[in-house]
């Protein structure tokens, strides 16, 4: 434990599940969609997704004892020139409203970097729509911190409608076994090691259920041509272990729901969610096309968006960054 004015900062032990999964809950990103990303039945269940370690690091109020932050680390590979290199990854940041402006990521972010690992370069991931977090760690940085943009990232939501005809012509769509698990990686390795802040993932990823937690075999599709992997896109469903719940809709957004409600029914896409209900999306990942090739991209997510859409999600999202 490290004490810091009136915060104590710690690592995050089991016990305090409760008080981690409730203050995800109370803290809800506002917008013109209010959403809050909650963790259950278990807090610490998604931190294994984000490096082969992680460790979640609480501030609590000395005087009140309450709960005013935290923030998860991980460690884990990533391509950078070519090379797999480790690097820490920030994320799930959340401040109580009564403990903002009191500087807890910027007090406790050094302390914590410190006792992880203190030549890793760390990662994180920033909306664009987030003044308070760009002042935090752009415009003001925490003492010792060189801070710089790397990567855009722009995350598509892709309206689920019902199934589409399949865009294969010559290919070959398989999903992946147990059997081809040894190609599958190699062909990452070669493939994704061009592309700079690619996840390294080992055979082991694929079978422990830790780093791809809920990702099944059978999630991952597999593009051939001639018999050699071309391309792989993999389907996964994390609501078992995350959630994003929908609290409140902005005035326009209000206004213009009963209006798309009726246009998705003639779409056949779903409905939006009504608050307090979660967003029904699934992620597509492991996303890796050999030579950029246009075929086997359009491919790959038509097949993705007919699995999601035979499994009942509303939204495919997938992140990509401006040189994808």
């Not at 999630?219 to 018999?227: E, N, Y």
Request: glycine share 8%.
């Amino acid at each position: 434990m490290m004490i810091d004015g009136d915060y104590a900062f710690a690592k995050a032990r089991h016990e305090v599940d409760e008080d981690l999964r409730r203050l995800l809950v109370d803290k809800p990103l506002p917008g013109n969609l209010t959403v809050s990303f909650a963790r259950e039945p278990n807090y610490f269940l998604g931190c294994t997704t984000m490096g082969h370690r992680c460790d979640v690091l609480i501030a609590r109020h000395l005087r009140t004892g309450e709960l005013a932050g935290v923030m998860c680390h991980g460690v884990r590979p990533v391509f950078i020139n070519g090379t797999a290199t480790d690097i820490g990854t920030i994320g799930q940041v959340r401040i109580a409203a009564q403990h903002r402006g009191k500087g807890l990521l910027q007090r406790g972010l050094p302390l914590f970097i410190e006792r992880s690992r203190p030549d890793l370069p760390n990662f994180g991931v920033m909306a664009a729509d987030n003044p308070r977090a760009r002042r935090a760690m752009v415009e003001h940085p925490p003492p010792g911190f060189v801070v710089r943009d790397v990567a855009r990232i722009t995350t598509l939501g892709i309206i689920l409608r019902r199934p589409k005809p399949p865009r294969r012509g010559s290919l070959e769509v398989g999903r992946a076994t147990e059997a081809t698990l040894d190609e599958i990686v190699e062909f990452l390795r070669r493939e994704a090691g061009k592309r700079q802040y690619y996840p390294v993932y080992e055979k082991d990823d694929f079978l422990d259920g830790r780093l791809l937690r809920g990702l099944a075999l059978e999630d991952v599709i597999v593009i051939r041509s001639g018999g050699r992997i071309r391309g792989t896109l993999a389907v996964w469903d994390q609501s078992d272990y995350k959630q994003s719940i929908v609290r409140a809709y902005g005035p326009a957004l209000q206004k213009l729901r009963p209006w798309y409600d009726r246009a998705a029914r003639l779409w056949r896409a779903q409905p939006l969610p009504r608050p307090g209900e979660p967003i029904r999306a699934v992620y597509a990942t492991l996303v890796c096309v050999e030579a950029d090739d246009q075929m086997v991209a359009r491919c790959l997510f038509r097949e993705a968006y007919n699995i999601a859409s035979e499994r009942g999600f509303a939204y495919l999202l997938v992140g990509l960054t401006d040189q994808d």
